[in-house]
């Protein structure tokens, strides 16, 4: 589904933030991006997406590069960032979905069955007609995972998803996540604080000072992590079996 081959990027102020990423993301795989803060994990989920254009190397998407062939790759995949206010742009939740399906020229019909989808998807039925900055954090988290779904995306990407929720808030998202996974959506997921999802994916990739250290099983990986600045999640430390959040 996606082919990264030796990427770099280094930012105008001469940052060198990767160097030479080579990764393999399989349809409806379940991908877990972790490293410490500042380890680059952010500019790779920009730079898989298209919103960055890489210094050198190539992104592949179901075959489309995202740098001559960017309409292609944003028709596949959405991206739910950290701050997720900085990504509403409608006064009602209903609105806020709607950006995207008229954006893509669609007929009212068209727009109108997918936002009622994304609306059911996303449990959001009963707020569409509530004003955004009404919504609590773990809504607008929901919200702006609805606005993705409406473009009909196959692959999500989550920017530190968990960032600013509180405990329920956590569980919200997770939840939806992992239905979404089960649907056959491919997830990638950047974090420095695995101890919330790791129980739920399919493989972990550790990025550290702009390089990819290892990648394979979480299971394979849990006590490696603290190699590269990670802290485990708890039940490794304690020798416990795999634990949930939703638990």
Request: charged share 25%; glycine share 10%; net charge negative.
């Amino acid at each position: 589904m996606i082919e990264i081959k030796n990427l770099h990027h280094r930012y105008p102020d001469g940052t060198y933030a990767l160097k030479g990423i080579d990764l393999a993301i399989s349809g409806g795989e379940f991908l877990l991006i972790c490293g410490p803060n500042g380890s680059g994990k952010t500019t790779l989920i920009r730079l898989i997406s298209g919103l960055l254009k890489p210094t050198s190397g190539s992104v592949h998407v179901n075959g489309f590069n995202t740098l001559n062939e960017s309409k292609q790759v944003r028709g596949l995949m959405g991206m739910v960032f950290q701050d997720p206010d900085s990504q509403i742009v409608g006064e009602t939740v209903r609105e806020d979905i709607t950006f995207g399906p008229e954006n893509l020229g669609l007929s009212k019909q068209e727009i109108d069955e997918r936002v009622d989808w994304a609306l059911r998807a996303m449990g959001l039925e009963t707020l569409s007609e509530k004003p955004c900055y009404h919504l609590s954090g773990g809504e607008k988290r929901r919200l702006a995972i609805a606005g993705v779904l409406a473009m009909k995306s196959r692959v999500i990407l989550f920017d530190e998803p968990f960032s600013f929720l509180d405990y329920p808030g956590i569980q919200e998202v997770l939840r939806f996540m992992i239905q979404l996974h089960r649907e056959g959506h491919t997830l990638i997921v950047t974090t420095h604080d695995v101890e919330k999802v790791i129980a739920h994916v399919d493989r972990i990739a550790v990025i550290h000072d702009g390089e990819l250290k290892i990648s394979g099983s979480p299971e394979g990986l849990l006590m490696k992590l603290p190699e590269f600045g990670i802290r485990p999640p708890c039940y490794a430390l304690l020798g416990k079996e795999k634990f949930s959040w939703l638990e």
